[in-house]
Structure formats: C-alpha cells, structure tokens
C-alpha cells in the first residue's frame, strides 16, 4: 500500500460518526428557517392576513361602539384559526437534542403571564379613562407583549443555529411594535384607528418579512 493509501487510511479511521453526525446537524441547524421548517416559514404570511381580519374586527368595535369583548372575539378567533394550521400541519417547531436549549414555549409564557399581571394591576386606574382610552391603552399593552415575544424569540433562536437575517427580522418587528405598543395610548389618531393600522403595518412586515428571508 503506498503511503497515500495508508494516510487515507488512517485519515479515515480518525473520523467520529457521532461527531460527524454533530457536525451535520450543526450545519443544517444554521440555514435559514425556510429551509429548516418551510410550513412554518409561511406562518410570516398566514399571521399577517389573520391580523389583517383581526384588526378591522377590533376597529369595528370602537368605530361602532360595541361591547369591548369584541377585541377578544375577533383577535381570538381569527388566531384560533392559525393555531389549528400549526398544530395540523407544522407540529412540534423543537429541534432535536435541545435539552440544554431555551424552551421558546417557556418564555413566550412567561410574557403572558406578565401582561395578566400588568392587566390586574392597571385596571383600577382605567376607570378614570374613556372607553376608548381605556381600550387602546389594553391593545397597546398586549402589542407590547407580542414585540417583547419577538425579540425574546429572535435571541432564542441564536441557541438553535439559526441564521441572522432570520433572527433580525423577529428582532426589527419585536421593536417597531414595542415602540407602537407605548405610543398608541397617548396619540388621539392612534386611540381611534390604530387597531386597523397596527394590521396593515403587522401584514406588511410579514410579507417584506417572507420576501426578504425568501432570496
């Protein structure tokens, strides 16, 4: 055997499975979410329609002054529908061999359990608002919450090898809806129409969102 031979050999008999098997699944870890879970890469379009539907059905409660709990039936409804999709056709978004990897589920928890928690402690000073008032400082904070799930999910997804252009786009919409969530209470404009603006300006970075990841 010549010494090629032998140093091909002996090449090939250092060579792990289990850390070439690491090494496979650490680089199929950092492609983009399209190709990692393409079901869930068209969620960035499913969303931005729902709250599309979502939003004019809040707008119509305070346009036609209706009963507040017309905000939850329609955001509630409409998002039902998209976690019916999910749960049919994505199932579980966790890679494997994440057992020392953040639980996304966990923390976007965490959030709600804090915006209940924000919600008990305002509502005695909401009696002094108008109605209208007193709704769009609600919808600004649960905006708030959901741009606090967004970067919380974009830093997450850093554990999970995902590629940054992915995790930036979690991180840009997590910001402009924080900003929005805190503005929206004390502009008037805002206080009328901002629920059907925050639906168009929600579809919108879904679909700059999908279109951007997409190339």
Request: hydrophobic share 45%.
């Given at each position: ?51 599309v ?20 039936v ?48 305002v ?13 769009a ?66 579809a ?6 999908y ?5």
């Open positions: 055997m010549s010494t090629d031979e032998n140093d091909l050999a002996d090449h090939g008999e250092e060579v792990d499975p289990e850390t070439l098997q690491r090494d496979l699944t650490h680089i199929k870890e950092a492609m983009g979410l399209q190709e990692q879970y393409p079901t869930a890469f068209r969620l960035w379009l499913l969303y931005g329609a729902l709250a539907f979502a939003s004019l059905g809040s707008q119509a409660v305070i346009t036609f002054e209706l009963a507040p709990w017309g905000h939850a329609s955001w509630g409804g409409f998002y039902t529908l998209g976690l019916l999709y999910e749960w049919y056709r994505i199932g579980d978004y966790e890679v494997p061999n994440n057992e020392m990897k953040p639980s996304i589920r966990i923390q976007i928890g965490g959030i709600v359990a804090f915006l209940v928690a924000v919600f008990v402690a509502d005695p000073f909401l009696t002094d608002r108008s109605p209208v008032e007193g709704q400082m609600i919808f600004g904070l649960i905006i708030a919450a959901i741009g606090a799930t967004y970067v919380v999910q974009a830093a997450s997804l850093r554990a999970y090898n995902v590629r940054t252009r992915d995790r930036h786009a979690f991180y840009v919409g997590g910001i402009w809806m924080l900003i929005y969530g805190a503005v929206m209470p004390n502009v008037e404009v805002l206080q009328e129409w901002g629920y059907v603006i925050f639906g168009i300006l929600f919108g970075h879904g679909i700059a969102s279109v951007f990841l997409s190339e």
